[in-house]
């Protein structure tokens, strides 16, 4: 079956304590992406990456850090993590095809808790 | 910078009437525009997809959207809501020259019985 993991679903953490949230697709996709979720502000997108080796900022980047290794995965990294952080992080991946004409697939979501 | 901006942050409505969610978004010409749904603790699902083929444009679960140049609009509807369709609802742009997305802040569909 065609799918983004993530893991962990959940995750309750400690101020300053470093995390890695996992993302992995099945699909072949070029591009990945990440997303934060807080209520009212709708989607913020973190970093993407168009291939390994190649990312680039979101309009959410600080705080965060993410590397592109393999095709497949795709992680994100909070070094020091603060309660500002504390959301809803979706991943998503999708085919290449020029700069926006696809659609992406996301993830199930990581509900991250930072005390 | 592109835009794009859901009118409704809530809208209700009864089963079995008609649904309109509204999004409009900040540049006459856009490549592609999408409609996500998100049910409750689930993951962003795609409804349909505007690539220029067709302003009018079908996706699943009965729901479609018109592309309107002129208003620069793409509204969301459904002849007739169900109470399965209660969920929020992403309008999503790319943003023109990068290779970043741009998601309106969400409506939240309420479906009473």
């Known amino acids: 079956e065609a799918q983004v993991t993530q893991n962990p679903r959940y995750l309750i953490t400690v101020t300053g304590k470093k995390l890695t949230v996992t993302c992995s697709q099945n699909?072949?996709?070029?591009?990945m992406s990440w997303y934060r979720q807080d209520p009212g502000l709708g989607l913020r997108q973190i970093y993407y990456?168009?291939?390994?080796?190649?990312?680039d900022k979101g309009d959410v980047p600080e705080g965060y850090k993410v590397s592109r290794k393999e095709k497949r995965n795709f992680p994100l990294i909070l070094e020091s993590p603060s309660p500002n952080q504390t959301s809803l992080y979706f991943c998503a991946s999708r085919d290449p095809l020029g700069q926006g004409y696809n659609e992406q697939y996301f993830g199930p979501g990581t509900r991250l808790t930072v005390t | 910078a592109q835009s794009v901006t859901q009118l409704d942050s809530h809208v209700s409505v009864s089963e079995g009437t008609p649904v309109l969610l509204r999004c409009n978004y900040s540049?006459?010409?856009?490549?592609?525009l999408f409609w996500y749904v998100q049910h409750p603790n689930k993951g962003l699902q795609l409804l349909l997809k505007?690539?220029?083929?067709?302003?009018l444009v079908k996706g699943i679960n009965g729901f479609e959207a018109e592309f309107k140049k002129s208003e620069t609009s793409f509204h969301l509807t459904k002849p007739s809501a169900h109470m399965s369709d209660a969920a929020e609802y992403f309008c999503?742009?790319?943003?023109?020259?990068?290779?970043?997305?741009?998601f309106g802040t969400g409506t939240r569909l309420k479906v009473l019985a």
């Open positions: 505007y690539t220029s083929a067709a302003t």
């Open positions: 699909m072949n996709h070029e591009y």
């Open positions: 990456s168009m291939n390994v080796e190649v990312t």
């Open positions: 999503v742009v790319p943003s023109l020259g990068t290779y970043k997305y741009i």
């Open positions: 540049s006459s010409y856009s490549p592609s």
